[in-house]
């Protein structure tokens, strides 16, 4: 088992930026694919942005150019650098391993005037 607390949320105007931050319970990732995923509004949980062992990176059509994942292997830490956030960019974002069910409590992101 393997806990992810994700932080970084919070709000901001169209345009801005954001910078979430993933640490694991333990050091998975040179095992494990990660992956950040968001949970708009009365809509189901998406995929937005994954990084491979090898430290290749798959994106959502939605987040290209504009969100950024990396990670810190010696801290254990998954990173998503979010630019030019948009309105619809509003969720609660998740980190976790695909196919697994290890669910945060997420954190929450507002983009709004």
């Known amino acids: 088992q393997v806990q992810f607390v994700e932080s970084g949320g919070g709000w901001v105007q169209p345009g801005g930026s954001l910078r979430l931050s993933c640490p694991a319970s333990?050091?998975?990732?040179?095992?494990?694919?990660i992956g950040w995923y968001y949970q708009p509004p009365g809509k189901e949980r998406e995929l937005v942005a994954w990084i491979s062992p090898a430290g290749g990176t798959v994106y959502a059509d939605f987040v290209q150019g504009r969100f950024t994942i990396s990670r810190d292997n010696a801290k254990s830490t998954v990173y998503l650098q979010m630019n030019n956030l948009k309105p619809e960019d509003t969720a609660v974002y998740y980190c976790k391993r695909p196919a697994y069910d290890d669910w945060g409590q997420g954190t929450q992101v507002t983009v709004s005037t």
């Open positions: 333990r050091n998975i990732f040179s095992t494990f694919t």
